[in-house]
């Protein structure tokens, strides 16, 4: 069961997630390695490689404000993790979207460092506390497009449908 990996504050910014002076570095396969890099000891567990694939960030309300930056959505794409905020700023939920991260949000969510979620369609549970959270659910086709990996393998799987079919 995935488990939190951190646990951040409100109006969590873009330069937070991945700093400004990084921004020469744009290649996905690259900016992992930058994310969070002003919280170094969250960023060097991060590096390495410390959690497993799908764990999550919780954020409180307007994670990912600041700049319209879509590094800061690949450098945690990178990593496979979720993020499971209170809110998100509007610009880091659509890039979210189009790269293919997983974005819930749960206005209510409470969530420590170490505890176990389960996501389902449209709650949060943490198993660990018994509490369960209604998740906001997005328009079907942005659910579509992030659970397809992002707008290019979405798009490639509707051009090779329609070829197809």
């Known amino acids: 069961m995935p488990k939190v990996i951190i646990k951040l504050e409100n109006d969590i910014s873009t330069d937070d997630i991945y700093p400004g002076r990084y921004m020469a570095t744009v290649l996905p396969s690259e900016t992992p390695q930058f994310a ?3 919280r170094t000891d969250f960023n060097s567990r991060l590096r390495a490689k410390e959690f497993g694939v799908g764990s999550i960030i919780v ?3 307007n994670f990912g404000c600041g ?17 499971v905020a209170k809110s998100i700023a509007r610009i880091f939920l659509q890039n979210s979207i189009n790269l293919g991260l997983q974005v819930v949000l749960c206005p209510e969510i409470e969530a420590t460092e170490g505890d176990e979620l389960q996501i389902t369609e449209d709650r949060v549970l943490n198993t660990t506390t018994g509490k369960a959270f209604n998740q906001v659910k997005l328009p079907a086709a942005r659910k579509g497009i992030m659970d397809a990996g992002g707008l290019i393998p979405y798009t490639r799987k509707l051009l090779l449908a329609r070829v197809q079919g």
């Open 36 to 38: 969070f890099a002003d």
């Open 59 to 61: 954020g409180g309300e």
């Open 67 to 83: 700049s319209s930056r879509e590094q800061a959505c690949s450098t945690l794409k990178g990593y496979d993790v979720a993020v």
